[in-house]
T-cell receptor
Framework: GQNIDQPTEMTATEGAIVQINCTYQTSGFNGLFWYQQHAGEAPTFLSYNVLDGLEEKGRFSSFLSRSKGYSYLLLKELQMKDSASYLCAVRDLLRGSARQLTFGSGTQLTVLP | IAGITQAPTSQILAAGRRMTLRCTQDMRHNAMYWYRQDLGLGLRLIHYSNTAGTTGKGEVPDGYSVSRANTDDFPLTLASAVPSQTSVYFC???????????FGSGTRLTVV
């Protein structure tokens, strides 16, 4: 099977930095994705990592360690609008459709003023 | 249309009724997917299609069927709805580059 674990909830203060962790177990790893989902809306793409290291995109960065089966999403200079659920998803070439993503349950981030 | 369109936006359905959720994309993506999202369980794959004319089963396919007659359309059918199929359903598509998804806006289905 495939396990993807991320914390259920996190709380942080406006202007702060928060790190959301994701661990996974997979046989044919071929990429890790982070999505943001506001309440009542569809998920939207944030980042993609397939090689080890840090990918930076504005206030958001994502890190991957394939040997550890570990990723994190780093959000800097938090804003109230960052309150949302953050979904970690893994692509596994050996699972069903080689293009499908398996999602974690999501981390609900609440940003407080 | 820009992206993926799902219809209806929401629906209340009597148990035992047949229902088709519609999904249309205009991006010429080869791969399409249906997920359901339930509180605490995240997004779970129901069915997928890698290209027109082919479909496959995902993690939770029982009670659902799909077809892919052309590139643009990927309808999901509940043959005889049951209350456990109450959920938010998302259709998604992906291109042949990094395989990231574009999601539709979702269909909120309540089976009573």
């Amino acid at each position: 099977g495939q396990n993807i674990d991320q914390p259920t909830e996190m709380t942080a203060t406006e202007g702060a930095i928060v790190q959301i962790n994701c661990t996974y177990q997979t046989s044919g790893f071929n990429g890790l994705f982070w999505y943001q989902q506001h309440a009542g809306e569809a998920p939207t793409f944030l980042s993609y990592n397939v090689l080890d290291g840090l990918e930076e995109k504005g206030r958001f960065s994502s890190f991957l360690s394939r040997s550890k089966g570990y990723s994190y999403l780093l959000l800097k200079e938090l804003q109230m609008k960052d309150s949302a659920s953050y979904l970690c998803a893994v692509r596994d070439l050996l699972r069903g459709s080689a293009r499908q993503l398996t999602f974690g349950s999501g981390t609900q981030l609440t940003v407080l003023p | 249309i820009a992206g993926i369109t799902q219809a209806p936006t929401s629906q209340i359905l009597a148990a035992g009724r047949r229902m088709t959720l519609r999904c249309t994309q205009d991006m010429r993506h080869n791969a399409m997917y249906w997920y359901r999202q339930d509180l605490g369980l995240g997004l779970r794959l129901i069915h997928y299609s890698n290209t027109a004319g082919t479909t496959g089963k995902g993690e939770v396919p029982d009670g659902y069927s799909v077809s892919r007659a052309n590139t643009d359309d990927f309808p999901l059918t509940l043959a005889s709805a049951v209350p456990s199929q109450t959920s938010v359903y998302f259709c998604a598509s992906s291109d042949d580059r990094n395989y990231g998804y574009t999601f539709g806006s979702g269909t909120r289905l309540t089976v009573v």
